[in-house]
């Protein structure tokens, strides 16, 4: 049996996968050029559960962030929201496999508010969770 490693760079809009086989010569392939716009300091999870990765916010440079949701399938990107969890910095993201929804928690927002509710993505909709 051989196993395949796979692993996904993003540079700028474009998204390369890299490929690792067993039986195959690894290489990197550039499986896409449009998406979301170049940016740092973003978070993303793989959503095991739904098979997407969702990437949230980030910047392009000190006066311009991001507040947008991404999620790429496998082939390409879609833009689902730009409302909810809105912008911030300095926050974790992580994939829940028990109840199959990506986590946020923490940060600060766009106006310097320190952010600490988490909230839940569940594909469609961002929602603010309570605390305890």
Not at 44 to 59: I, P, Y
Not at 85 to 109: E, K, T
């Amino acid at each position: 049996m051989f196993r395949t490693r796979r692993t996904i760079l993003q540079v700028g809009l474009f998204l390369f996968l890299f490929i690792g086989a067993a039986n195959a010569q690894p290489h990197w392939a550039l499986v896409a050029v449009d998406g979301p716009a170049p940016r740092a300091i973003h978070r993303m999870v793989w959503d095991s559960c739904r098979n997407v990765v969702v990437l949230h916010g980030g910047v392009k440079d000190p006066t311009h962030r991001f507040g947008d949701t991404w999620e790429w399938n496998g082939s390409q990107w879609a833009l689902r929201t730009t409302t909810g969890l809105g912008q911030r910095l300095v926050y974790g993201m992580a994939f829940d496999s028990d109840r199959c929804v990506p986590v946020v928690f923490g940060g600060i927002d766009g106006a310097g508010n320190y952010m600490n509710a988490p909230w839940e993505w569940d594909g469609t909709t961002w929602t603010q969770k309570g605390i305890g």
